[in-house]
């Protein structure tokens, strides 16, 4: 039997994405997909050009089992109430429901929340830390990109309590997908061709994601500084983070940990080639990029300064596949009980 | 019962191609990738991480079903003779058994072709043209990238009979990848990024594949004028073929003998959006080659300039899927009894 | 003693670039550029932060002696009558004066136009067909910079008289710099990255500019196939430019021609390096894009098929460079008396 | 009077940017430049086309009164001494007498210093640190591209006191020009396309230089935190420095500290513009890399977050502008008396 699929907001890049992979899923009925501007999806999205999808107005979306939300957060609230007392169970792609602390999430974003028994509700959308709760739930959050890359990339690391949990320092970098279909600046190819491009380098929002999910891991507070920028590539990014060693720790005993943190998790690979350069393995101990993009695995590499007491963790994956669409999908297979690869088993493009 | 599939050259990036397409495929048993340098596959191919696969010498290869020859046209000679000798049959992604004509091919390639009764026997691995002789093969060529965009982007338009054979001109512009692994400077960073570089502007070995193909198509002599570039993009390619009409033809008659044209074959889209500009669907009328980078698809846009006598078509495919590796693994389903799509079915990305 | 300049349109790229080259020069006093948004220019082109350039309203704009009119068509009409009026000399990068013919340039813009006197009068802006007229002109219109490269390309190929006029097939690849600082889909950088967009495959508002220009060189009438594409570089254009030989012609002769025809041209390079390739001059034989970005060079190399009997010509510059803003500035140098190459020697970067 | 000049390892994108930037002054005579390949220029650096230069062989340099090195660490150090003897002064591009602690040195590159004394002898070639000393030096060695990133993006804040000198981290985003002419495969189109690569993130050899100049500023031993990745751009990098505050500071006074400690330096800009998006400033707020791509300028912005104590400096150059080859010509004319600006003083591209 298949589960009815809605997604609000398709004609988003995340939304676009959502239909891209569920397209043809034998076990799914994409039953609409909405966007202002009703018509044929592959006019927005030409890769679908050919797969006779089309898209409804929000007012004629009908009932579904599942429905993606990928709105901005003001929107979303009402909309994700709606369908959830109609019985579906949601997943949010945006920011509406990611903060647990009220106030917190109303300064961050300057508004009002409407319906805040949902943000209390709501599952936070990390497979690798929440399968169970998400196998249940009604309402998922899947964090922002950047959140998921620095979460997954810390959380084994402070679990081991051997780093200074208040000075924490990651850096963001992020291909253009994730700043979304609408046109700014940032985007504008003849400004971010050749260039890099800095913004809210104190102050980001997805600084208070990490902090909350990855306080929750160490049981105790946990302070990260976060910068993130653009770079001139589509899709993907990575998480540079930096942490103080306050006991010694090794490479490779900090790579055992990892590996047995995410050993019951098909999309994090915990990467470790060799450092020695060799004719044609030139530039791999440490994730790219590219590897994974496209899809929803995070692959994650590190290093330990031992002379100096630091750890650094590369983590890297794409901001609309693990750190967003793809990661919901993912949700959506824990939650309707599918195989969680279920449409997600793609390995990323070389070159 | 798995067919037994051996890589040849499995260290570049069509080779690699061939393993990311096909590792998992339950139908598939991936016997054996050779490599030059022995090891695990992740050090050439980081997308792979975690796979498993490992590279052997070509020494060490066994008996397969199918073996793909992802290899130069002056190496690939004996070995594919080896493996057909064998029992096996052939996919040859290399230039070895392209071309009809061997005082040609042996011009072009600078050397003496060692296994001439194969290059007769082999069949032209372009499945739209030649499917059924596809099955039923030992031995298939695939034709070159560009060859392939410029012969599915032509051979309509040809058939129609209201084209000057004499004078059809097409430009490709070209990712990197299909320029390969090896170092070059043309496809170093520093020289190619917010460049185009220029190469063989005339008498690219790709030409004479166009004419031979699309002479048989036309069933007269057709000349090519073809001019390739490199572009900074990674995956995928773009023809543009040019061609003056001997007499009249509406866009809409052309777009509707394209379709009829294919309307068989799953992986070329007949591509015709709106020309009058939308919000949303700017700069969609003809296709665009991120579309299908990363795919076997080819999606195959046109235009009529009446006033001139003229007929533009924008062919694009990705020159290690539908142009490449992909193409090959499509012709393993047919030669095997798969699915067509088998292994292909995915969309490209947007963005 | 200084003149004094204006720049009307300072926040489009190519007032910005206008202001760039003459910042600084003490041949110049740039009196002042407007946009719609007076403050510091600064804020739009960060480039030239700490310069202390401002912008003002075109009401404020006071008198000058040459007067840059970096604006849309229609716009500019009126603008450039009311600087002309008050004794200015003008330089319009627009297509408002481009076209000779009244009827051809209100159907190409489907305008009507408002000072069609003036369209009559304006000098074509390609200094090495028209230096004299524009030394004592009162009104330069620069043409388009696929217009530029091309007419700059095929000019001296229809000189020979050995070309067919009636089949000239042009492909041009644009950075998204030649699209301009308004936002689009085309040059939104998750659209444009990684990819190819092609556009007004036919009909292209420069062929009529290079019909025009290249008629007259050729003393009978040209027909010219144009085809664009924006490619993801940011500056630099490459006009790819085809002709049909009536009488046979080879390589060296016509290297020979055309570096006769631009012997008293500084920045036109006849561009030859050898074809067979060597370690460190690989792929250089025809120019690139990338050594003249930024810059007032065109490069201009050639091949010839003598089997098929064509001619290719790859004509390259900067669409903001040579292909606009600096030729603008190049003629300023010309009509005011100053060395031509005042302000616009610098080379080109590599890599 | 000219000053006669010669260029060791003109081939490389160091030395061609030397060339580039002395080629036409009239205050300089560029003797010769050393390639291992004698022959024209333009086969290698293709924008100084028909420029007439030439390289010859190092046995054939001739003296001069400047000589730029552009060498790996371990050829210079013979090669420098050699000019030296001969009454040339030198200015050392590569890093064979950056640092001042022998045994480090030797650690780091894996060598034997063949020429201490040198080493010690050799100024920084930080202007803006050392001007005086520059301009009365025989030796002069410029520091690597991050080094010079780091060093003026944090000297300014060390000096205040009010930061925490053993925990400074910093990141670095490097085009590929930075990583050289030669091939490799972090730099092959196909692998850093669509890509960001991380490479030795613990230990990479500009630390030490970092460490070393900024301990001098500090009075006190610094501790550097430094991870580098290249980007798919060509021209600059970034250093995103972080520091936790130990003395409450803010945002308006530290831009403050900051001008006054550049005021007389003509190639740092510090930058501060609106931080509220307006129409046409969006993100802007940051200096952008592609605003000093190709210059010699470094431009510094910075903010703080007073909540949780940390200043987020960001510093942007080319690595071969005023973090390599530009820099040193701006040491050149210190040297030889010249105008500070002399060759340097054109801005970026924008766009």
């Not at 994700?80 to 509406?96: H, M, Q, T, W």
Request: glycine share 12%; aromatic share 10%.
């Amino acid at each position: 039997m298949k589960v009815r699929v809605g997604v609000v907001g398709g004609s988003g890049y995340m939304g676009g994405e959502v239909l891209r992979v569920l397209v043809g899923l034998p076990q799914v009925e994409l039953a609409w997909a909405t966007s202002r501007t009703p018509g044929p999806v592959e006019r927005v999205h030409p890769n679908l050009y050919g797969s006779g999808l089309g898209f409804v107005r929000l007012d004629d979306a009908s009932a579904a089992d599942f429905v993606f939300l990928a709105l901005p957060a003001e929107i979303s609230i009402p909309v994700a109430a709606r369908f959830l007392d109609g019985g579906a169970r949601v997943i949010a792609l945006g920011s509406a429901f990611r903060l647990k602390d009220r106030a917190l999430w109303e300064r961050v974003y300057g508004l009002k929340h409407g319906a805040w028994q949902l943000a209390e509700e709501a599952v936070c959308g990390v497979s690798e830390l929440h399968r169970d709760e998400i196998c249940g739930a009604r309402l998922v959050a899947n964090p922002g990109c950047f959140s998921s890359a620095a979460i997954l990339g810390l959380a084994p690391l402070l679990r081991t309590g051997r780093i200074d949990p208040g000075h924490l320092v990651v850096d963001g970098l992020s291909g253009t997908a994730g700043a979304g279909a609408d046109f700014s600046r940032a985007i504008h190819h003849p400004e971010i061709g050749e260039n890099v491009v800095f913004y809210n380098v104190v102050g980001h929002r997805h600084t208070f994601e990490m902090e909350q999910e990855l306080s929750r891991v160490a049981g105790q507070p946990v302070r990260v500084y976060f910068t993130p920028c653009y770079v001139p590539i589509v899709r993907g990014i990575a998480a540079v983070c930096r942490g103080f060693v306050t006991k010694r720790v090794g490479r490779a005993d900090l790579l055992a940990i990892y590996r047995q943190f995410y050993e019951d998790h098909p999309f994090v690979e915990v990467y470790d080639q060799p450092k020695e350069s060799g004719a044609s393995w030139q530039y791999l101990p440490y994730p790219w990029v590219r590897s994974v993009a496209g899809t929803n695995y995070c692959f994650i590499g590190l290093d330990v300064d031992e002379e100096r007491g630091s750890v650094v963790v590369i983590s890297v994956l794409d901001s609309i596949g693990k750190g967003g669409a793809q990661a919901g999908v993912e949700n959506l297979n824990l939650m309707a009980g599918f195989e969680r690869t279920l449409g997600l088993a793609d390995r990323g493009l070389h070159p």
